[in-house]
């Protein structure tokens, strides 16, 4: 099982990217997929996450209406969509999937079974 995250950069405020995060070995039709980020010196973030089949989607506060996360099941992607970017969203992006993550840990990491290896953002004033 696999999770391969792209699509970072280094980009100026107030640009945009867009996150993906293929999965592989087995499908995440069922799974909870979330992003995390953790810039250095802080603890790992949550940033986003869409439960299973039905896509309803959380965000943390500092990322609300800026960020929107998206799931094409048919290509066992999810997608983070990053509009409006600041400095402080400078960080490496994690891709995760939970397998029997419950609505009240969603935006726990502990919660989350598999990860990918993470994706620099640089947002640059």
């Known amino acids: 099982v696999q999770l391969q995250a792209s699509g970072g950069g280094l980009v100026q405020v107030g640009d945009s990217l867009r996150l993906s995060c293929v999965a592989s070995g087995r499908t995440f039709s069922n799974a909870v997929m979330g992003w995390f980020r953790q810039a250095p010196g802080k603890e790992r973030e949550f940033v986003a996450a869409?439960?299973?089949?039905?896509?309803?989607?959380f965000y943390g506060d500092s990322v609300k209406g800026r960020f929107t996360i998206a799931r094409d099941s048919a290509k066992n992607t999810v997608y983070l969509q990053m509009n409006s970017l600041k400095p402080e969203d400078t960080a490496v992006y994690f891709c995760?999937?939970?397998?029997?993550?419950?609505?009240?840990?969603?935006?726990?990491?502990?919660?989350?079974?598999?990860w990918g290896q993470g994706t620099q953002v640089t947002v640059s004033s």
């Open positions: 869409t439960f299973r089949r039905g896509g309803t989607t």
């Open positions: 995760a999937a939970g397998l029997s993550t419950i609505l009240s840990t969603i935006r726990q990491d502990s919660a989350y079974n598999y």
